[in-house]
């Protein structure tokens, strides 16, 4: 059967022609992000890709076909749309069978990037262990992809409403590598610290680079976690942010959220509450994380 895969023109010539490529996910721009500032990052971030000679391709499943690399008539249609599927590898299959349209998260951004041949993808942070796993078993699916899927995900770490030390846990039971970038601390998203050492560092995207092909070589199957912090004048400190994320997560205890919709839930939350602050910083780092996925792209290609 032929794979449900349909490619732009610009990544289809950038493929051809074995030049870089970053892959992007869309969930961010639908349950992560409000309207319009959704669509602005969206193709400001694919810019930034370009600017540094990559060939971005934003992923998403429309009317059944994974889609690599859209159109900017579908990331407005994807931006506005109210009711998108958010997609993970559970559901991926299902909508493609059923020719449904959806937003992919990590996980299923992941599955999509290594059937098209793309190593490396940009977000802004992955999912994780939630607070209270212990209770609601809510543990993203991103962490298993990451190690099954031999691609690079550059995130800003993982989203600071997470349980972040059980997150590292699970990484590194999965055999996970979790490299953070020119710093000892992993990155807690909105902040540059968490007050937890990164299990590894790198300095340059060379060494993440030889890293990932090394995983290669040994035949050590699955991806990697590239931590990038949020540049110093864009982020929020821990001490500031943590008190409205502990608000954000009792509300949504208390309103009963549940599953797929906790993480889009507190996202919304914390913007409101930080007066939209919290999605500068978010956008920010996006930019961040797509320079040095760019960076990669290129050593992986060029070295
Ligand atoms: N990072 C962001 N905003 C987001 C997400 C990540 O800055 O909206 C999305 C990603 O798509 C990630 C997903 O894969 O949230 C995790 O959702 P869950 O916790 O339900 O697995
Ligand atoms: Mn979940």
């Not at 691609?151 to 999965?174: C, F, Q, R």
Request: hydrophobic residues 45%; glycine residues 6%; negative net charge.
């Amino acid at each position: 059967m032929k794979l449900p895969i349909e490619f732009s023109a610009e990544v289809t010539n950038a493929l051809a022609a074995d030049k870089p490529i970053v892959a992007l996910e869309s969930t961010i721009i639908t349950h992560g992000m409000p309207y319009p500032q959704n669509l602005d990052t969206a193709r400001m971030i694919e810019n930034e890709i370009r600017d540094a000679g990559v060939t971005p391709a934003t992923i998403a499943v429309m009317d059944g076909a994974i889609r690599i690399g859209l159109s900017d008539e579908d990331l407005e249609a994807l931006a506005q749309s109210e009711n998108v599927m958010k997609l993970s590898r559970a559901d991926l299959s299902y909508a493609v069978a059923t020719g449904r349209t959806g937003a992919t998260t990590v996980a299923a951004t992941m599955i999509c990037a290594e059937l098209a041949g793309i190593k490396v993808f940009a977000t802004g942070g992955i999912g994780g262990v939630h607070r209270g796993a212990e209770n609601s078993f809510d543990i993203s699916a991103d962490l298993e992809e990451l190690a099954k899927t031999a691609v690079i995900v550059v995130g800003a770490g993982a989203k600071a409403i997470l349980d972040l030390p059980k997150t590292l846990e699970i990484l590194e039971t999965k055999g996970v590598p979790v490299i953070t970038y020119c710093q000892d601390q992993f990155p807690a998203f909105w902040s540059r610290n968490s007050n937890l050492k990164s299990p590894l560092r790198a300095d340059t995207a060379d060494e993440i680079a030889a890293a990932f092909n090394m995983q290669e070589v040994l035949d050590v199957n699955g991806g990697m976690l590239v931590a990038n912090p949020v540049p110093e004048e864009s982020e929020i400190p821990q001490d500031e942010i943590t008190p409205v994320i502990e608000r954000a997560i009792n509300e949504s205890v208390m309103q009963g959220i549940e599953a797929k919709a906790v993480t889009p839930f507190l996202l919304q939350w914390i913007f409101e509450k930080t007066g939209g602050r919290s999605l500068e910083c978010n956008i920010a780092l996006v930019k961040n994380n797509a320079r040095l996925a760019s960076e990669i792209a290129k050593s992986l290609k060029f070295k």
